[in-house]
T-cell receptor, first 113, second 115 residues
Framework: KNEVEQSPQNLTAQEGEFITINCSYS?????LHWLQQHPGGGIVSLFM???GKKKHGRLIATINIQEKHSSLHITASHPRDSAVYIC???????????????FGKGTKLSVKP | EPEVTQTPSHQVTQMGQEVILRCVPI?????FYWYRQILGQKVEFLVS????????KSEIFDDQFSVERPDGSNFTLKIRSTKLEDSAMYFC?????????????FGPGTRLTVL
């Protein structure tokens, strides 16, 4: 059972294109993270959000809590955006003091010049 | 900009050997985590740590695993008797004192290869 589903699994785009990566989840959550994993393996946190929309440079993340869905958008994509983008959710916690992230399988993005 | 660091970047060991993976979290962070990613698979939670004790652990984190904060800066993951299936990338992360809803900052990972 996959609690976090991402689509598409793989995405190839031309430089300059507008990109959308989707994340759906089945559990109640406190927050949702978008992460970027570089080819060497390192993980960078892009956004953490629990409602609405956040923007950082060319990246925009939105979340709809009622529909259990989030999207990551990249405007004016560039080859350096090529990476794996991972959605991870922090489940609602019913008493513990800490929570663990549940990760999606990631979307591999390749932006061609 | 402060960052989480991990050493070594790559560890090769023989099956049955003990390994210690080291992490230096961001200095004012109080919540620490270990995750692993088997090649080609998704990242999985192992354990979270706060106030010198384990807060949560997953089914993966069995008796062969332990974590420790031996001093004010390091956070370690020990695997007592490594198995082939322990080969993976291990990520450490830390977050601020505001806890669960704080953004987690990840280290670059340690690639563990068990032969």
């Amino acid at each position: 059972k996959n609690e976090v589903e991402q689509s598409p699994q793989n995405l190839t785009a031309q430089e300059g294109e507008f990109i959308t990566i989707n994340c759906s989840y089945s559990v109640g959550i406190s927050a949702l993270h978008w992460l970027q994993q570089h080819p060497g393996g390192g993980i960078v946190s892009l956004f953490m959000l629990s409602s609405g929309k956040k923007k950082h440079g060319r990246l925009i993340a939105t979340i709809n809590i009622q529909e259990k869905h989030s999207s990551l958008h990249i405007t004016a994509s560039h080859p350096r955006d090529s990476a794996v983008y991972i959605c991870a959710v922090l489940p609602l916690n019913y008493g513990g003091s800490q929570g663990n992230l549940i990760f999606g399988k990631g979307t591999k993005l390749s932006v061609k010049p | 900009e402060p960052e989480v660091t991990q050493t070594p970047s790559h560890q090769v060991t023989q099956m049955g050997q003990e390994v210690i993976l080291r992490c230096v979290p961001i200095s004012n962070h109080l919540y620490f985590y270990w995750y692993r990613q088997i090649l080609g698979q998704k990242v999985e939670f192992l354990v979270s740590f706060y106030n010198n004790e384990i807060s949560e652990k997953s089914e993966i984190f069995d008796d062969q695993f332990s974590v420790e904060r031996p001093d004010g800066s390091n956070f370690t993951l020990k695997i007592r008797s490594t198995k082939l299936e322990d080969s993976a990338m291990y990520f450490c992360a830390s977050s601020e004192p505001s806890g669960r809803l704080s953004e987690q900052f990840f280290g670059p990972g340690t690639r563990l290869t068990v032969l």
